[in-house]
């Protein structure tokens, strides 16, 4: 038997070794990970867009889908924000600055960030949520003058668990964005509101005609969010959602992230509303 | 296309001809059964069988494969070749070469599977003529016929064999290995009158005009439930079936922990954990959405893509099932108003 000639990067399952160049403790449960692609022209080649994710490989363990929060203004590295959940999350938990992991990437369809230029923006996260639009938040911060008016509402269900809050808590004084924490249980540290984010709705004011929304939380959230949406005034198509589901591939052939009659792999993670109100189960 | 004839007592000649250089596979008998295995010699091979317990999907996408070698200590491949010898697989039926088309569109299409992709280039097809069993429905969704995807195609003619001939390889083959003639009048007559006697022999005509309209409009049909109460995902209708493509990935270690290797399984959406996610959420925990998500993705979700329909007809998840649950009964029951 003789080995068929193959291109070396012509197999889409071989992972890119990459480098942990920094590790941030968020939460007990989160760390943010900032990681280097060793390959110089592979680096120099990775392009993305916020929403997009990458497929995190640790050999012995398995793989998992990781949105990037790093923004697509950035170049040369990436940053995961990565939550404990499990066998390959908890085993990158345990790696140190300098060690090596790999990826694959990046992979399935991210924020229309050309469409949403020269709007108003309404950015909604709940818990982890925040991982993916943050990469977007932080695009638009370095491309500011091409937005209008940017609102973020983001709930997590106590302090502990907010997310960024270093880099939130200074925001909350700029006036460039509009920005409100929430949480459901607060302690005796928190001065910011109280509740489930859709009781945020009362208090912003948006003009609908020219806001682009974006969502990604937790499943149940989703549909909340979008009421409060609609009743502002905002139109079905000028939302975006972001949809977790089971990954194996994250390029459209191992079934797992079927949603409706789509793959959330290669026709999201990202879905525009009006599309998702047509895939069956998906909010 | 060109057509060739073939002598039935010169196949033993054709069979061992092909075994000198590649490696020989085809129906043999099992039991009562039939199975894809290599020929060892020429009265192996089964022409004259019904179905395949498994498909020939096997042969390009086992149920197992390695799909890297790797070390741990510093997360990189050490081996991710696609080993494929040349073969030739002898004996497919219209629906089963119908069904590897359909698996190419995912597999060779965005992010071409290289595995897939060796044991694809590396094997020619030799597809043949079949009856209809009482499970077949092939006709229902035109995959009774084969117009390209094969190498040679033999239509059998009682004593003799009607060749079409669809690649420069095939025909190569035919020349090296057999002695066959160019087809007469009368061989065009007779393959005619064995259309026409094949495409009657079907006795059932299934109706699938309303599909895949139906498949939303009644997404929250009890017809769902009902198959959901008798399902029980055990996943062989997705083992057997010829175009069921989902899979796992998993990570191997050898016993020094060092080194391990990568491999794929057969997965099926009928499995409890297919859909679940960190946290506990599934997004299809109930049996009842297991059982709706087979024939939703087959009828509609493939289709929205790649314009065909999942399935080819062949019966045989129809039956591996059980529980007796067929293609046949659920879109029957679509077609008819939910009542089964
Ligand atoms: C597009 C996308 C973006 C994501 N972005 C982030 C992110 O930025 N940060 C983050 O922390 N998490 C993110 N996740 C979730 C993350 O992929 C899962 O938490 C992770 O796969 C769990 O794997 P594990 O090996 O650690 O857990 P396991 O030990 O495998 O299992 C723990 C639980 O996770 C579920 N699970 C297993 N494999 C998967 C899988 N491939 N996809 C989803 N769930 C799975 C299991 O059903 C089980 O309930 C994202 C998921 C998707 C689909
Ligand atoms: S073979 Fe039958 S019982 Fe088993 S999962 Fe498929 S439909 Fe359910
Ligand atoms: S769904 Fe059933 S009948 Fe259709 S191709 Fe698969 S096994 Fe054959
Ligand atoms: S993750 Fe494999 S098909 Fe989407």
Redesign the pocket.
């Known amino acids: 038997m003789s080995p068929l000639s193959r291109e070396f990067t012509a197999n889409p399952y071989r992972p890119w070794p990459a480098r942990i160049t920094s590790i941030m403790d968020l939460t007990e449960n989160?760390k943010l990970f900032e990681m280097r692609i060793i390959d110089d022209s592979v680096r120099e080649a990775f392009q993305f867009a916020s929403g997009q994710?990458v497929e995190?490989s640790l050999f012995g363990?398995?793989?998992?889908?990781?949105?990037?929060?790093s923004a697509p203004s950035k170049q040369g590295f990436i940053e995961?924000?990565?939550?404990?959940?499990?066998?390959?999350?908890?085993?990158?938990h345990k790696k140190q600055c300098g060690d090596i992991v790999g990826l694959r990437g990046p992979?399935?369809r991210g924020f229309p960030f050309k469409e949403m230029k020269g709007h108003d923006m309404l950015l909604v996260a709940g818990g982890?949520g925040i991982?993916?639009l943050k990469s977007l938040i932080n695009h638009i911060h370095d491309d500011r003058h091409d937005f209008g008016k940017v609102t973020i509402l983001y709930g997590a269900k106590n302090p502990s668990e907010i997310l960024f809050r270093y880099q939130f808590d200074m925001w909350k004084h700029r006036d460039d964005f509009e920005l409100i924490l929430t949480v459901d249980e607060p302690d005796d540290t928190w001065g910011d509101e109280v509740g489930r984010v859709t009781r945020l709705f009362d208090m912003i004011d948006i003009d609908p005609t020219n806001t682009y929304g974006a969502i990604c939380g937790p499943p149940v959230m989703y549909r909340f969010v979008i009421d409060e949406m609609r009743k502002k005034g905002m139109d079905a198509d000028k939302i975006y959602v972001?949809?977790?589901?089971?990954?194996?591939c994250?390029i459209g052939k191992c079934g797992?992230?079927g949603v409706g009659h789509q793959y959330?792999?290669i026709d999201?993670?990202v879905f525009n509303y009006w599309e998702a109100m047509n895939l069956q189960e998906a909010i | 296309m060109f057509f060739r004839i073939m002598d039935k007592d010169r196949l033993p000649d054709l069979v061992a001809g092909l075994s000198k250089g590649f490696e020989v596979i085809g129906p043999v008998a099992k039991g009562e059964r039939f199975v894809f295995e290599r020929i060892e010699t020429p009265e192996m091979l089964r022409l004259d069988y019904d179905t395949t317990l498994l498909p020939p999907k096997k042969l390009f996408f086992p149920p197992e494969e390695q799909m890297m070698r790797f070390r741990v200590a510093d997360n990189e491949v050490v081996d991710d070749e696609v080993y494929a010898a040349p073969r030739v697989i002898f004996g497919l039926h219209p629906c089963d070469i119908n069904a590897l088309m359909l698996m190419d569109n995912v597999f060779l299409g965005e992010y071409e599977d290289p595995y897939y992709r060796a044991r694809r280039e590396s094997t020619m097809l030799i597809g043949v003529s079949c009856k209809p069993t009482d499970e077949c429905f092939c006709n229902a969704w035109g995959t009774d016929e084969v117009h390209w995807g094969f190498d040679v195609f033999l239509t059998d003619l009682g004593d003799r064999y009607f060749i079409s001939v669809r690649s420069v390889k095939g025909a190569e083959l035919l020349d090296e290995f057999v002695a066959t003639r160019d087809a007469d009048e009368s061989d065009t007559a007779a393959f005619q009158q064995h259309t026409r006697n094949f495409k009657n022999s079907f006795t059932d005509d299934l109706d699938t005009s309303q599909l895949p309209l139906l498949l939303d409009a009644k997404f929250d049909d009890p017809l769902w439930d009902r198959l959901g109460e008798r399902c029980l995902s055990c996943g062989a209708c997705s083992m057997v079936c010829p175009t069921c493509y989902c899979f796992d990935v998993t990570d191997r270690l050898e016993a020094d922990g060092k080194t391990g290797t990568r491999v794929r399984t057969w997965d099926s959406c009928q499995f409890t954990?297919f859909a679940?996610?960190?946290?506990?959420?599934?997004f299809r925990e109930s049996r009842a959405s297991r059982v709706k998500y087979r024939y939703y993705h087959k009828q509609w979700g493939y289709l929205s893509k790649f314009e065909r329909v999942l399935c080819v007809g062949c019966g045989r998840c129809a039956r591996a099932c059980l529980a007796g649950i067929s293609p046949r009964e659920v879109v029957t029951a679509l077609e008819m108003g939910g009542a089964s």
């Open positions: 989160e994710f995190l363990v398995g793989e998992a889908p990781i949105s990037i929060s995961l924000c990565v939550r404990n959940a499990g066998d390959v999350t908890g085993a990158l992979f399935g982890l991982a993916p972001s949809f977790e589901r089971r990954m194996k994250g797992h992230c959330a792999c999201g993670p | 954990q679940e996610v960190a946290h506990g959420q599934n």
